[in-house]
């Protein structure tokens, strides 16, 4: 019974940072892909960065947008992946999701492989 607990979000000013959490439970970290996404209202959800446990593809992987500013990570021990954000903009407003690839082939930013998902998290940046 695999769960993705999100915390974290919360309001923060332009040139801020925040970190995500996102805890899971029901699986091992044993070649997983675990990736966060985000949504902002009336857009499409988005890959923002993935990571991999395990060997035999490139990890992790961020969007072009984030590059330089986000920098995701994980405690396997405690099942725990980590999104750093930096340098806030308003345009990363949006809710963030966690999401999990179990017995991973590859890891990348398309949100059509994750088959478990977060209830999410929201961020907001302001000016």
């Known amino acids: 019974q695999v769960q993705l607990v999100e915390s974290g979000g919360g309001s923060v000013q332009a040139g801020g940072s925040l970190r995500l959490s996102c805890a899971g439970s029901?699986?091992?970290?044993?070649?997983?892909?675990m990736g966060w996404f985000r949504q902002a209202p009336g857009k499409e959800r988005e890959g923002v960065a993935v990571i991999a446990t395990g060997t035999g593809v490139r990890s992790p992987v961020y969007a072009d947008s984030v590059k330089g500013r986000f920098t995701i990570s994980q405690d396997n021990a405690k099942n725990t992946v980590y999104l750093q954000m930096n340098s806030l903009k308003p345009e990363d407003t949006g809710m963030y999701y966690c999401?999990?690839?179990?017995?991973?082939?590859?890891?990348?930013?398309?949100?059509?492989?994750?088959?478990?998902w977060g209830q999410g998290t929201q961020v907001t940046v302001s000016s």
């Open positions: 029901g699986y091992a970290t044993i070649n997983t892909c």
């Open positions: 999401a999990a690839r179990l017995f991973r082939i590859s890891c990348a930013l398309d949100e059509g492989r994750f088959s478990y």
